[in-house]
């Protein structure tokens, strides 16, 4: 059984359809204490990655991430089109030469909020978000927006604060979680989400399986289902 993204197709600009995406090893690290994070998942894992990329209208990071790793956020390793890049930034940390702003065709765009410093670089937009009361950008507003300057898909590529963050506020619709075969014993953890005193009050979303070549296993999260539905699409991908 092949991944389905028969469901994607769902989205509208009015009530975007949000996808999620995180690699990691069995024990949970997406990277080691060092930052090391090149490739903790192999070769089927990033084809996956780039098919997600092929069936978004964007794809977003926070700007810790374009810091880090410098992603060309492209689709190369499968066939289809490049998505729009976003890239949240609300204190005006990205760097002008950063991979994702080439000016390649595709639109290329910042998040913040009014107070943001500075302006993004020519020909890239800007995508202002008023902050809440905490003082942050809210995932749902930013949603909202990217929905009305026209993306009907999206996918939170990462990293795992950025993720975690728009699950916390239950704003994903699908996660795909990409596990290795690996045990780092150590470094940086995937998500990060609010306290929960019992089991009951658990995320246990409808899910899936598949085993991917060379022993990565992807785990299709439906996040508006529970564990034991009926929910989950047959469609083909």
């Known amino acids: 059984m092949q991944p389905c993204f028969a469901p994607f197709c769902s989205g509208t600009t009015s009530r975007p359809f949000v996808v999620a995406q995180l690699g990691q090893s069995l024990d949970g ?12 998942n192999g070769g089927a894992a990033l084809d996956h990655l780039h098919a997600l990329r092929a069936h978004v209208d964007a794809v977003v990071v926070g700007v810790g991430t374009v810091a880090a790793d410098d992603p060309l956020l492209t689709v190369r390793r499968t066939p289809g089109v490049s998505p729009a890049r976003v890239v949240i930034d609300p204190s005006g940390r990205l760097p002008a030469a ?19 410093p500075g302006a993004p670089p020519p020909g890239v937009e800007f995508l202002r978000v008023e902050r809440g009361r905490d003082g942050l950008l809210a995932p749902a507003a930013i ?32 996660l795909h979680m990409l596990v290795a075969p690996v045990l780092i014993g150590s470094g940086k ?39 034991g539905s009926e929910s989950m699409e047959e469609s083909p991908s």
Do not use: M, Q
């Not at 080439?102 to 107070?115: F, H, K, L, N």
């Not at 999206?154 to 993720?163: C, D, H």
């Not at 005193?197 to 296993?217: C, K, N």
């Open 29 to 40: 690290r997406i990277a080691t204490v060092t930052g090391d994070s090149k490739y903790i």
């Open 98 to 116: 950063a991979a994702c702003l080439a000016d390649d065709g595709a639109r290329r765009i910042v998040v913040g909020g009014s107070d943001r």
């Open 143 to 174: 949603v909202a927006a990217l929905g009305r300057a026209g993306f009907a898909r999206i996918l939170i590529e990462g990293g795992a604060r950025t993720v975690s963050d728009f699950l916390a506020a239950a704003c994903v619709d699908r």
């Open 189 to 227: 953890a995937g998500l990060d989400l609010p306290v929960v005193e019992t089991l009951a009050g658990a995320l246990r979303p409808a899910t899936r399986t598949f085993l991917l070549d060379g022993g990565d296993v992807l785990f299709d999260c439906d996040l508006r289902a529970e564990a």
